[in-house]
C-alpha cells in the first residue's frame, strides 16, 4: 500500500511562499509520476504540477513561473516550492503519485492565502 504523507500548508500573506511536502515511507519503485492537484471551495480539482521520477516537470499555466515542484533522489519525497502566492492560490493542495495502473492520494493540506 502506497502512503503519502503531506505537510507544510498554512496561512500566507499574499506574496509570501510556502513549501510544501509529500512524503512516503520508502522508494517505490513502481511509482513514476507524482504531482500536486488543488481543489478550492466551489470548483473542481485542477492539476498544479507534476513531475515524472526522470525529472521531467509540467505547470498549469496559472503556477508557471511562481512554483517549482522537484523531488530528492530517493523519489520518496516531493516538494513543491510556492512563491509569489496570490489569494486565488488559496485551496486544499493533494499530493498524487501514480503508477502505470493505480493513482495515489495524500490527505491534503489547507494553503489560505489572504491578509
Known amino acids: 500500500q502506497v502512503q503519502l504523507v503531506e505537510s507544510g500548508g498554512g496561512l500566507v500573506q499574499p506574496g509570501g511562499s510556502l513549501r510544501l511536502s509529500c512524503r512516503t515511507s520508502?522508494?517505490?519503485?513502481?511509482?513514476?509520476?507524482m504531482g500536486w492537484y488543488r481543489q478550492a471551495p466551489g470548483k473542481q480539482r485542477e492539476l498544479v504540477a507534476t513531475?515524472?521520477?526522470?525529472?521531467?516537470?509540467n505547470y498549469a499555466d496559472s503556477v508557471k513561473g511562481r512554483f517549482t515542484i522537484f523531488r530528492n533522489n530517493a523519489w520518496d519525497t516531493v516538494y513543491l516550492q510556492m512563491n509569489s502566492l496570490k489569494p486565488e492560490d488559496t485551496a486544499v493542495y493533494y499530493c498524487?503519485?501514480?503508477?502505470?495502473?493505480?493513482?495515489?492520494w495524500g490527505q491534503g493540506t489547507q494553503v489560505t492565502v489572504s491578509s
Open positions: 513531475i515524472s521520477k526522470g525529472g521531467t516537470t
Open positions: 520508502e522508494s517505490i519503485f513502481s511509482i513514476y509520476i
Open positions: 498524487k503519485a501514480s503508477s502505470y495502473k493505480n493513482n495515489y
